[in-house]
């Protein structure tokens, strides 16, 4: 019964260091098993789903060394096993990055199918229309999905719709492929360029990341790499959105201010004043009314869809009548109903939700159900009246680290707990 417990209506303030960008980490880490030779990877969030992407990489037979918390060392050489069913895998959606990187190295894998937040439709077909082009035969029944090929040759693949997940699979296959891979309609995502980054690191040839064309031109094979991970620019979001519901002063270190332009505007123009230094901005709410804005999710580098339910509750407490477009994922909205047993006056017509902001939120028992959705909640809890207690933590567990140290650092109220007697004995020590 782990749960999070928080005291809500404390100004934060101070410091937050940002950890590295799980998502980037989650197709780098499947890269590294690219070569015979070491990887050394840097700047790891310590967070569930790169634990159980890790025990999936060992589990096939690689070498891993955990040298600390944020880095590790693999090596591929000694991968035994070209299919990976491992028991976790199905709760990460990114499991889906083994099946680039093998089919890449080996021309054969087999790779449980994906699970994640049930936030949407998340279908792979983009996944298997890119591989097929590069010359393999897919097939998904039983739960797998597997692919297989004499050999990978370059192409050109059209992307339907933007897809990070699609985008990252065919760069990682098509790196290892023979002749040039062009990528149309290719997804601009900071963690896209990362992991184009580190593939260059281990020798791939990949140009035009951070546009939507990517120009790929295959190597014979890729050679070891140290390389560190770009900072979170959602775990750094999440810090800001907080910031500006407590109307608190919070510096975040360790960023790049650039990926975090979208969130920067819309808090801007909800009130807040915000500062940017070289790698850190600093969010002020104190002293600072907050207003309606309008919220569209786009691809990069429109508003984020992650981002979405973090200023969904910032907007929920200030004046005035926002609308949140989602134009990304359909089940993205499923928290509104837990800020609402908080107080929240949101309203959900199809895709777009008719937030009116209330004076303040009151602490409630609240459900997370998925990984953004529950930082919102922890957003809620930290500025509502009252004590929040927030259910299925796992969830945000799997995407943020040590998320309970780093709010009481900046002068939250806020435990984990996993019993009745914890809770109660943290009601009575902020009471």
């Keep these: 019964m782990e749960q999070y417990v928080i005291k809500?209506?404390?100004?934060?303030s101070g410091e937050v260091e940002i950890s590295g960008?799980?998502?980037?980490?989650?197709?780098?880490?499947?890269?590294?098993?690219?070569?015979?030779?070491?990887?050394?990877?840097?700047?790891?969030?310590?967070?569930?789903?790169?634990?159980?992407?890790?025990?999936?990489?060992?589990?096939?037979?690689?070498?891993?060394?955990?040298?600390?918390?944020?880095?590790v060392k693999i090596n591929g050489k000694s991968i035994n096993r070209l299919s990976v069913d491992y028991e976790y895998i199905k709760k990460i959606r990114a499991s889906y990055y083994l099946m680039g990187a093998l089919l890449g190295k080996y021309k054969?894998?087999?790779?449980?199918?994906?699970?994640?937040?049930?936030i949407g439709s998340r279908p792979i077909d983009l996944h298997v229309k890119g591989l097929k082009a590069l010359g393999a035969n897919v097939d998904v029944s039983y739960g797998l999905w597997s692919a297989r090929a004499d050999r990978l040759v370059g192409n050109h693949i059209y992307l339907d719709k933007v897809s990070v997940g699609a985008t990252i699979n065919i760069m990682l296959a098509a790196a290892l492929a023979e002749g040039k891979t062009t990528i149309e309609n290719a997804a601009k995502e900071p963690h896209v360029v990362d992991v184009a980054s580190f593939l260059n690191s281990m020798g791939a040839n990949i140009r035009g990341a951070g546009t939507d064309v990517i120009r790929i031109v295959g190597v014979p094979k890729l050679h070891g790499t140290t390389y560190a991970v770009i900072p979170d620019q959602i775990e750094a979001g999440t810090y800001?959105?907080?910031a500006a519901a407590t109307h608190g002063d919070v510096?975040?270190?360790?960023?790049?201010?650039?990926?975090?332009?979208?969130?920067?505007?819309?808090?801007?123009?909800?009130?807040?004043?915000?500062?940017?230094?070289?790698d850190a901005v600093r969010v002020i709410g104190k002293g600072r009314k907050l207003s309606s804005t309008h919220i569209t999710t786009l691809p990069y580098p429109g508003f984020p869809t992650d981002m979405q339910p973090e200023i969904t509750a910032v907007l929920a407490i200030s004046e005035g009548t926002s609308t949140v477009t989602e134009s990304i994922f359909e089940n993205r909205f499923k928290y509104v109903d837990e800020l609402a047993r908080m107080g929240a006056n949101i309203k959900v017509e199809g895709t777009v939700a008719i937030v009116t902001g209330v004076e303040k939120y009151t602490g409630a028992r609240v459900q997370a159900p998925d990984l953004r959705a529950g930082a919102a909640l922890i957003i809620a809890g930290l500025s509502a009246d009252g004590i929040t207690v927030i259910d299925?933590?796992?969830?945000?567990?799997?995407?943020?680290?040590?998320?309970?140290?780093?709010?009481?650092?900046?002068?939250?109220d806020m435990a984990e707990v996993d019993s009745e007697h914890d809770l109660q004995k943290f009601k009575l020590k902020v009471s």
């Design 392 to 412: 299925d933590i796992k969830y945000i567990q799997r995407g943020y680290e040590d998320i309970v140290g780093k709010f009481v650092k900046l002068g939250a």
């Design 8 to 12: 809500g209506g404390t100004a934060l």
């Design 251 to 278: 510096l975040i270190k360790n960023v790049i201010p650039k990926h975090l332009e979208a969130t920067s505007a819309k808090l801007i123009e909800a009130g807040c004043i915000i500062e940017e230094y070289d």
């Design 108 to 118: 054969s894998a087999e790779v449980a199918l994906p699970g994640g937040c049930l």
């Design 21 to 71: 960008a799980k998502n980037a980490a989650l197709g780098i880490l499947a890269g590294a098993i690219m070569t015979d030779e070491t990887v050394t990877i840097e700047n790891l969030p310590n967070v569930k789903d790169i634990n159980v992407l890790i025990g999936a990489i060992e589990d096939i037979g690689a070498a891993v060394e955990r040298v600390d918390e944020h880095t």
């Design 240 to 242: 800001m959105c907080a």
